[in-house]
């Protein structure tokens, strides 16, 4: 049984839905409202919803109770959605409320892994997550500029693009 978590917000969403489609025998940790309904009814998943104060905004939890599930978790790969990406200024996103729940995801994980649409590369955001780290896994769609794919992989950072 392979353990995950995942993010919250709309590449989150999306992810999820593959999971569902492509997956069993899976144990899925989130703070995402959204996921947890997505996920909650499928047979062979097991879902941990990590609760505690309610962003409506977000649809996600956050706060001390959230914190300390996760704190007491250990998950093999992280799914971090973030708002933002950029070689200069790191993994970003906007929700200072979601912030410290987000950092607390790639804690607990072995292996984290970024999902970002084309979009939000070479984007900066109001609060850092994390640097830019090599080890990371980092996947978009295949809108990406060749020209971004190219600098990041100057620098170290290899880019995934998938559908």
């Known amino acids: 049984v392979d353990i995950v978590a995942v993010d919250s917000g709309s590449t989150a969403i999306l992810f999820a839905q593959a999971l569902k489609e492509h997956f069993s025998n899976l144990t899925v940790v989130t703070h995402c409202r959204d996921v947890f309904e997505l996920l909650c009814d499928h047979r062979e998943f097991t879902v941990i919803l990590c609760s505690g ?45 979601l912030c410290l729940v987000q950092k607390q995801l790639m804690a607990a994980a072995e292996k984290v892994f970024v999902l970002a649409d084309s979009s939000k590369f070479e984007k900066k955001a109001l609060l850092q997550l994390a640097s830019m780290k090599k080890e990371y896994t980092y996947i978009t769609d295949r809108k990406l500029p060749e020209e971004i794919r190219k600098l990041y992989a100057e620098n170290g950072i290899q880019i995934i693009k998938g559908e």
């Open 53 to 97: 104060h309610y962003l409506r905004s977000e649809r996600a939890f956050y706060g001390t109770l959230t914190l300390d599930t996760l704190q007491k978790l250990h998950v093999r790969k992280a799914f971090l959605c973030p708002s933002a990406v950029s070689l200069e200024f790191g993994i970003c996103d906007y929700q200072p409320e």
